[in-house]
């Protein structure tokens, strides 16, 4: 019975070594990774914000990249969003947010565009983006603008 009971804690303590889940605990690093993108994210209640960045285009101007989605039951609206205070031109004037129908700027799956004219600002710096709700609180968020290359080669 001993034998067998040391084969077993032998096979437990291995595979807790193993998968390094017996030392990694609650500091363990890959439990602390927090953002797993070049976008920044935030929330206003149930108002989810998920990979917000700018793309700096030839002109000076910047193309907002981005998804919002509501995860509660009561239906909100994105009202506006600004950059380094520079109001933004969307292609709507406000974007329903009703639970889980996301709000995504730019990409194959975009159902919303926006852009900062002027914006100016070199590739690599962060900027303040400011988004507004029809009832969530303001959420500003710093975020990076990157070149329109690689994965962003063709946002426009």
Do not use: H, W
Request: hydrophobic content about 45%.
């Amino acid at each position: 019975m001993m034998k067998k009971s040391a084969g077993i804690a032998l096979a437990t303590l291995s595979v807790l070594t193993l998968s390094a889940c017996g030392a990694s605990g609650p500091d363990a690093p890959t439990r602390n990774i927090r953002q797993v993108s070049d976008g920044v994210e935030g929330q206003s209640g149930n108002i989810l914000i998920r990979d917000l960045l700018l793309v700096a285009q030839g002109d000076g101007s910047a193309v907002l990249v981005g998804t919002f989605l509501n995860n509660g039951q009561s239906a909100d609206a994105l009202t506006g969003i600004t950059v380094n205070n520079i109001a933004a031109k969307l292609s709507a004037a406000s974007y329903p947010l009703v639970l889980n129908t996301p709000v995504i700027f730019s990409g194959d799956s975009a159902n919303a565009s926006g852009s900062v004219a002027g914006l100016n600002t070199p590739v690599g710096s962060r900027v303040d983006i400011t988004v507004n709700f029809q009832s969530a609180a303001p959420v500003t968020l710093s975020a990076i603008v990157r070149a329109q290359a690689d994965y962003f080669k063709n946002v426009k």
